[in-house]
C-alpha cells in the first residue's frame, strides 16, 4: 500500500446531499489533508434512471461550499463500462465468476426456504456447478443471466478496521453474491472495491451500513490481485427519537439548511464532533480540524444530531464573520439603497445578535423604517421618564451620535445607567433590549433619531 495516504468520496447522485453524506466527505477529506495526501471524487453514476446531472453538479457545488476540493478531476463511473467488462471477464475466466439463471421469484422462494430451515439467507449455489455445455446452451435459448462471484466455500475474510476492530467474516455465511445484473449493469459491491484499487485509494471512510460490503469487496479484491484500502465505517446520525436520521426526524438536507443562511463552517464544526471525539473548543478552520483528526477518535456508537447545537456553531461562525462575507451573508435583506457606511454600521451593530439572516429582518424595518412599533415594556418605561430628557437628546440628535445624545440627556436630568439609556432605546428602537445602540444609530439615516425622540419632549 502505498505510503501517501489518498482517500475518496464516493456519492450516488440520485438526489440532494444529506448531512450523513456531507460527514463522510468531511472525513475523507480532513484524513487526506492530515497526511499531505489527497482527496479524489468519483460519482457512482451506473444507474442511469435515477442519476441525474443536476444532482452531480449541485453536489458539487454544495462540497466546495463546505471547502472540501478535491484534488483531480472527478471519476464518473458510468464512463468505465469497458473497464468493468474487462475485469469482469477476468473473473470469470480465473473461475472466480459465473452465469446465473435464477430470476427473481426463483431467489425470493429459495431465500425463504433456506431462512425457514434456520440457514443463513444467502444464495444456494444453484448455478454455480452448470456445466459450460450447459451454459452455453442456456444463453443460446436466450435466457439472461447475472454474473455471480464465486465466493470460496471455506476459509475466512479478516481485516482490521479504522473504527471497529478486527473483523472476522466466514466465506460459508456469505454466499456467492451478483458481480453484473441480468441487464448487463455491474454492481455496486464490484465497481466500487476495483475502482479504489484502480484510482490508488489507501483509506476509505464510509457509513457502518457498508461493514457487511467489505469482504465480498475484499474476495474480488484477492481475486483480481488488486490492492484493498483499509476500511473504516463511521457510525451512522440519529435524530432526535435514536433513529437513523430522516426527514421524519428532523432530518434537514445541505442545501436546505444553506439556503437558511447556515454557513459551512458551523456544519462543519458539528459534524466534525458527530462521531469524532476532541479536546479542541470554538470554532475550527478546516486546517485546524485536519491537523486534529485522528481515525482512533472515531466512536463506534451512533451520533446525535441536534439543530440546537448546529445552531450554537451557527452562533459562533456568525459573530467571526467580517463585514464584506456578513454583507453577503445577508444578501438582499439589506436594503439595496445603504451607503457603505450605513451597510457596514448596520452589520456592526447587528452581527452579535443574529443567528440566522432573517433575523435582521425586524431590525431593518427598526433602523431604516417609519417609526417603529412600541412594546408593552418600552412604552411603559417611556410613559414614565423626564421629558426634558428627550427634549436634551432631541437637540443633540442631528449627527446620528449617541456620545452626544446621552451626554445631552444626562446633563438636562441628571440621570445616569439603566434611568438614562431605558428611555432613549425604548424612544429609538420602540424596544428595551437589542444591538448597541451606536453604531446602530450611525446607520440610521440623517434626522431619524432626532425626529423620534422628540415626539415624546
Same mark, same amino acid.
Given at each position: ?23 463522510? !466527505? ?17 460519482? #457512482? ?8 446531472? /443536476? ?6 457545488? =454544495?462540497?466546495?461550499? %463546505? ?14 463500462? *469497458?473497464? $468493468? ?7 470469470? +475466466? ?66 482490521? =478496521? ?19 445484473? !441480468? ?23 464510509? +457509513? ?8 465480498? /469487496? ?12 483499509? $476500511? ?28 437558511? +443562511? ?9 459534524? $466534525? ?15 485546524? %480540524? ?15 444530531? /441536534? %439543530? ?7 452562533? #459562533? ?19 439595496? *439603497? ?13 452581527? /452579535? ?20 412599533? %412600541? ?54 428602537? +420602540? ?27
Amino acid at each position: 500500500m502505498s505510503s501517501v495516504t489518498i482517500t475518496r468520496f464516493a456519492p450516488s447522485p440520485t438526489g440532494e446531499l444529506h448531512l450523513g453524506n456531507a460527514r463522510t !466527505a468531511l472525513f475523507n477529506a480532513l484524513l487526506a489533508r492530515r497526511g499531505k495526501g489527497a482527496f479524489l471524487l468519483r460519482i #457512482e453514476d451506473t444507474d442511469a434512471a435515477r442519476s441525474l446531472t /443536476q444532482h452531480t453538479l449541485q453536489l458539487q457545488e =454544495d462540497l466546495r461550499w %463546505m471547502g472540501l476540493e478535491w484534488d483531480a478531476e472527478p471519476l464518473h463511473q458510468s464512463q468505465r463500462g *469497458d473497464i $468493468y467488462n474487462a475485469l469482469l471477464a477476468k473473473l470469470e +475466466g480465473l473461475g472466480a465468476a459465473y452465469p446465473c439463471f435464477c430470476g427473481a421469484r426463483e431467489l425470493e422462494l429459495a431465500r425463504a426456504a433456506r431462512v425457514a430451515s434456520s440457514l443463513p439467507p444467502r444464495y444456494s449455489g444453484r448455478c454455480r456447478n452448470l456445466s459450460i455445455d450447459e451454459r452455453n446452451a442456456r444463453v443460446a435459448r436466450g435466457e439472461s443471466a447475472s454474473l455471480r462471484f464465486a465466493v470460496p466455500e471455506s476459509g475466512a475474510v479478516e481485516f482490521t =478496521d479504522m473504527v471497529h476492530g478486527p473483523r472476522h467474516f466466514n466465506c460459508a455465511d456469505i454466499g456467492d453474491f451478483v458481480l453484473r445484473r !441480468a441487464d448487463g449493469s455491474a454492481s455496486f459491491f464490484f465497481t466500487n472495491a476495483v475502482d479504489d484499487a484502480l484510482s490508488g485509494v489507501t483509506q476509505v471512510l464510509r +457509513g457502518d451500513d457498508h461493514l457487511a460490503n467489505t469482504p465480498r /469487496q475484499l474476495l474480488i479484491l484477492r481475486a483480481l490481485q488488486l490492492p484493498a484500502p483499509q $476500511y473504516g465505517h463511521l457510525a451512522l446520525i440519529t435524530g432526535d427519537d435514536g433513529a437513523p436520521l430522516s426527514k421524519r426526524n428532523g432530518a434537514v438536507g445541505l442545501r436546505a439548511l444553506r439556503e437558511q +443562511g447556515i454557513l459551512p463552517e458551523a456544519i462543519a464544526n458539528h459534524l $466534525y464532533r458527530l462521531g469524532h471525539s476532541t479536546a479542541a473548543e470554538g470554532l475550527l478552520s478546516l486546517e485546524q %480540524m485536519a491537523g486534529l483528526f485522528d481515525t482512533s477518535h472515531l466512536q463506534r456508537s451512533p451520533a446525535h444530531f /441536534q %439543530m440546537s447545537q448546529l445552531l450554537g456553531w451557527q452562533r #459562533e461562525a456568525v459573530h467571526k464573520l467580517d463585514t464584506p462575507r456578513a454583507a453577503q451573508w445577508l444578501g438582499t435583506r439589506l436594503p439595496a *439603497d445603504l451607503t457603505p457606511a450605513q451597510r457596514d454600521n448596520f452589520i456592526t451593530a447587528l452581527l /452579535q445578535n443574529v443567528v440566522q439572516p432573517d433575523d435582521v429582518l425586524p431590525w431593518v424595518q427598526v433602523v431604516f423604517g417609519m417609526q417603529p412599533a %412600541m412594546d408593552e415594556e418600552a412604552a411603559v418605561v417611556v410613559a414614565a421618564a423626564d421629558k426634558n430628557l428627550f427634549a436634551a437628546a432631541a437637540a443633540a440628535a442631528e449627527g446620528n451620535d449617541f456620545a452626544a445624545i446621552s451626554a445631552a440627556a444626562k446633563a438636562a436630568t441628571g440621570l445616569r445607567g439603566p434611568a438614562l439609556f431605558k428611555p432613549l432605546r425604548a424612544a429609538l428602537t +420602540g424596544r428595551l433590549a437589542g444591538p448597541e445602540l451606536g453604531p446602530l444609530l450611525r446607520a440610521m439615516p440623517q434626522g431619524t433619531a432626532r425626529q423620534r425622540l422628540a415626539r415624546f419632549a
